[in-house]
């Protein structure tokens, strides 16, 4: 499995404000850069948090990348991936429409009435996990339905939890020209938090681009 983190922050790291409202940090060069990794990618994966603030869709933007994936034999989108331990996403969502497949990783705590009602809207439930999601044991059950290039567009929380199961491959960081502020506002990666400074993952920076008004940041992990 290769793995490729993708997002975007202010120059303060926040990936939006303390509402945790969606907050356009990059421009259209940046979404467009982000529609082609999309389109390289067998899978596209949020945490389940992205799900319920903002119900992205996940699919390509741009038609001829559709089309480009189906003459060589692919689908015309990725599949979609939630990391969702507890089974919460909602039965409406827009992830869970037909314009993809939609695995969804929960953990055996899930309860059974929420995970036979995602599998009825046409989700792909695999359980791998006992009380959360165990991302290395998500990975290798994605595997075995061919997914081998997954693309995590966030949040916080599913970002921290990859880097501390040394799951990423590569961080691709677009710093917008913007400063957000807030003790409370989301960052690249949320959660715990590393304690000690052997536990950091050390990075390797391969690229900068300037892209819009703001800068990629390309690492090797």
Known sequence: MHVVVNAATSVDG???????????????EDFDRMDRLRAAADAVMVGVGT??????????????????????????????VVADSRARTPTDARILDDEA???????????????????????????AGDERVDLAAGFEALESHDVERVMVEGGGEIVFS???????????????????????????ADGEGFVDVDEFPRLELTDVERLDDGVVLHYAV
């Not at 990859?162 to 960052?187: C, K, M, Q, W």
């Open 14 to 28: 926040k990936l939006s404000s303390r509402r945790r409202e969606q907050i356009e940090i990059s421009g259209p």
């Open 51 to 80: 799900v319920l603030a903002d119900d992205p869709h996940l699919t390509l933007d741009v038609e001829d990348r559709r089309v480009q994936r189906l003459r060589n034999g692919r689908p015309g989108n990725p599949a979609r």
């Open 101 to 127: 497949t939609t695995y969804l990783l929960v953990a055996d705590i899930a309860p059974d009435d929420r995970v036979e009602a995602l599998e009825a809207t046409g989700g792909v439930v695999l359980r």
């Open 162 to 188: 990859l880097f501390e199961a040394g799951l990423v491959d590569e961080l691709s960081l677009y710093v917008g020209s913007l400063v957000i502020g807030g003790r409370d506002a989301p960052t690249l």
